[in-house]
């Protein structure tokens, strides 16, 4: 596709249920980052794949939160049993993946999890 | 660790006049690389302007230019001619040089601009 997609944009839940978040990377873009976005911790890193290494996880703030990237495109977050604190806007971004520090990473629009 | 600092949390300008935006940050690191995004409220990040530590000059981008003091750890944006258009939160960020997860972003808490007719 053109850009980064994230579905779906957003999602309510209730405590204690499990979530899943997908994106979508540009196509040919090898690099994929999760970050999350909310009003107390403003944007955090949370994970980072590169092609069929293994992810760094080292931002995932629990054992409740992982990430998978199946086939080196699209990527799924989940949350296991939500709680209220996990509320936020949660972004995935892309690059090439070979240029290091000066390539881009595009962002996706962001799922916008509420946690009741 | 990185920190990234944005002292200003909103800040308001007239259309076509020109406004600075302040960042510090703090690193151990000698040579990195420092970001300013754009997230309009659509939330889909922007990439504004890029710099890398090891050179003095400063980046532009047509309205937009930073000014980078190394010593002072400071990373200020300053946009020309403000639009409308320009209304948006931005942030600035850090990545560590190096490979691997060095690439992930440390960001500031934002600063909202609103841009006034």
């Known amino acids: 596709g053109a850009g980064v997609s994230q579905s779906p944009s957003n999602k309510v839940t209730e405590k204690g249920k499990d979530v899943e978040l997908r994106c979508d990377p540009i196509s040919g873009h090898t690099a994929l980052y999760w970050y999350r976005q909310s009003l107390g911790q403003g944007l955090e890193f949370l994970i980072y794949?590169?092609?069929?290494?293994?992810?760094?996880k080292s931002g995932l703030p629990s054992d409740r939160f992982s990430a998978e990237r199946t086939g080196g495109s699209v990527s799924t977050l989940t949350i296991q049993r939500t709680q209220q604190e996990d509320s936020a806007v949660y972004l995935c971004?892309?690059?090439?993946?070979?240029?290091?520090?000066?390539?881009?990473?595009?962002f996706g629009p962001g799922t916008r999890l509420l946690v009741l | 660790a990185q920190t990234v600092t944005q002292s200003q949390p909103e800040m308001s300008v007239q259309e076509a006049e020109t406004v600075t935006l302040s960042c510090t940050y703090d690193t151990s690191e000698n040579n990195y690389y420092l970001f300013w995004y754009k997230q309009p409220p659509s939330r889909q990040m922007i990439l504004v302007i890029r710099q890398e530590a090891y050179k003095q000059q400063n980046a532009t981008e047509n309205r937009f230019s930073v000014n980078f003091q190394k010593a002072a750890k400071s990373f200020s944006l300053k946009i020309s001619d403000s639009q409308l258009g320009d209304t948006a939160m931005y942030f600035c960020a850090f990545m560590k040089p190096g490979g691997g997860s060095n690439y992930k972003l440390t960001f500031g808490k934002g600063t909202l601009l609103t841009v006034n007719p």
């Open positions: 971004a892309s690059s090439l993946g070979w240029r290091g520090a000066w390539e881009t990473q595009y």
């Open positions: 794949f590169q092609g069929n290494s293994a992810p760094d």
